[in-house]
């Protein structure tokens, strides 16, 4: 898809321009019957050969008048500016209905992911099925640009499709991918998979939420599969043949005859190629559009940018597993209510500031940062296998979330930052006050207290970080970090 810019210098400066234009095809088909006109102009005038044109004058010649030449002129005309209309249609109808079956399939997935805040499963079920999700519908939309393009090739390679960018193919199964490889409705089986995820974590207690919410999420999957099918269709089914035919067999005789009657009605060889140049290039003009345009899901470039609609996709589907994303907004203490004053203007209406101004005047601080209230911290105890096939104990931390009631794991790396005043024994620990910064921020905040703190960003997991409990922080980490716990055993903080 060519973007170009408009108005001022660029509405000169565009049509100068050669990518995508329809401008030098037309150019090399006009040119030379421009020039056969004034070629024959000039032989008429110079007495070379001055019978050339005396068929004009018999009187029972049928082009001593304009009216027959215009009729097949505007016939001509009509045709081709008909056939313009309707590609422009299916262009535009094409381009509506990828963008709304990606628009289905995001909605669809975004709400799949909030309705996991009413989740009762564990976190880490919760997790994977999240992380599969966006995963299949990031392949879905990749498989699905690559059944409506336009390369007329069964050679995977040669499909460009499916070289986009998806969001981490290889967190999928080997088995699901080869699956996809060999397989002919390729749309259908994500599509199918998809369905059967959802269908399969409302046993697990994942999708814990009402069935008619849960049903919209199958309705907009399924709104999403019929734009495709819209798109496919476009793809398909090309402009009917025998209009195409007789189109480009009539602009074929227009552009034969029109250099002889042209220059029959003209009295310089300047103006009869002028004229004919004119009529012809306009017309070979709006034929090379419907051409360029009736099909927009090629690589050409006035086609559809799929590859940007692609990244744009996974970036938003990156956004909803990203921990930034489940911290709800909550109103800051300078939030006003409504009210009105003695002149009867509401206390709202006084503050209207734009994204602009807000943004200009915040002050970005550690204390500012948005926070989430982290009610406890115990260590828990998992199962691992060795290479030996002997069964080890790894020992991690998790917490619960105080508005999605989850139970989430807390990364060491993030833990060993922390400073603890005191170490207790036993598998509970109440951290009433332990605050963590939001993802971008990607550290552990200054100061304890009972305010809100946001949830662990996943990007801070691993398993082969050192155990916070037995690791004695720096001093440079014991005077920027700290946090007061308190040992559930003997209830009473720690000094």
Not at 216 to 233: C, D, P, T, W, Y
Not at 242 to 251: I, R
Not at 473 to 490: L, W
Request: proline share 6%; net charge negative.
């Amino acid at each position: 898809m060519i973007q170009y810019e408009r108005g001022g210098i660029n509405y000169i400066l565009k049509i100068f321009k050669r990518g995508g234009s329809v401008f030098p095809f037309a150019l090399c088909v006009s040119a030379p019957s421009a020039l056969l006109c004034g070629l024959v102009k000039w032989l008429t005038l110079e007495e070379h050969f001055p019978d050339l044109l005396s068929w004009m004058d018999d009187p029972f010649a049928v082009m001593r008048e304009s009216q027959a030449w215009s009729g097949f002129s505007v016939l001509v005309g009509f045709l081709v500016v008909f056939r313009t209309s309707q590609a422009y249609n299916r262009f535009w109808d094409g381009c509506t209905s990828t963008h709304q079956m990606r628009a289905e399939w995001f909605d669809a997935c975004s709400a799949l992911m909030a309705f996991c805040r009413h989740s009762e499963a564990h976190s880490d079920i919760v997790m994977e099925f999240q992380h599969t999700l966006i995963r299949l519908f990031s392949m879905l939309h990749a498989v699905a640009l690559a059944e409506i393009e336009d390369c007329n090739t069964d050679n995977l390679e040669h499909v460009s499709a499916f070289k986009y960018e998806l969001v981490d193919a290889q967190g999928i199964d080997d088995a699901s991918l080869l699956t996809i490889k060999n397989s002919d409705s390729k749309v259908e089986l994500v599509y199918q998979w998809i369905q059967l995820l959802i269908v399969e974590n409302i046993g697990t207690g994942v999708l814990n939420i009402p069935p008619p919410i849960l049903s919209r999420s199958f309705q907009e999957i399924a709104n999403g599969m019929v734009q495709f099918h819209e798109a496919l269709k476009i793809s398909t089914i090309p402009f009917p043949f025998p209009y195409a035919q007789t189109c480009d067999c009539l602009l074929l005789m227009h552009w034969v005859i029109a250099p002889f009657v042209i220059c029959s009605w003209t009295t310089h060889p300047f103006w009869a190629t002028v004229l004919c140049f004119v009529q012809v290039f306009i017309l070979w003009c709006l034929n090379a559009i419907a051409i360029e345009i009736e099909n927009p899901f090629g690589m050409d470039a006035n086609d559809i940018d799929a590859c940007s609609m692609q990244v744009e996709l996974n970036r938003h589907l990156s956004l909803l597993v990203d921990p930034s994303t489940r911290r709800i907004p909550r109103l800051s203490p300078k939030a006003v209510w409504f009210t009105k004053n003695h002149e009867g203007t509401s206390s709202l209406s006084e503050r209207r500031q734009s994204f602009v101004e807000v943004w200009t005047n915040i002050q970005v601080s550690d204390s500012d940062m948005p926070v989430e209230t982290v009610h406890s911290v115990r260590r828990r105890s998992r199962r691992t296998s060795t290479t030996s096939s002997k069964n080890s104990e790894d020992s991690s931390l998790s917490y619960q979330d105080s508005h999605s009631g989850l139970e989430m794991p807390i990364p060491p790396s993030a833990i060993e930052r922390l400073s603890f005043q005191n170490q207790v024994g036993g598998d509970s620990y109440s951290l009433p006050s332990v605050q963590f910064h939001v993802p971008w921020k990607r550290s552990i905040s200054k100061d304890t207290g009972n305010s809100q703190t946001s949830s662990i960003p996943e990007e801070d997991f691993s398993d082969d970080q050192p155990n916070p409990f037995t690791t004695t922080p720096t001093p440079a980490k014991t005077s920027r970090y700290r946090c007061a716990a308190v040992a559930s055993r003997e209830k009473k903080p720690c000094t």
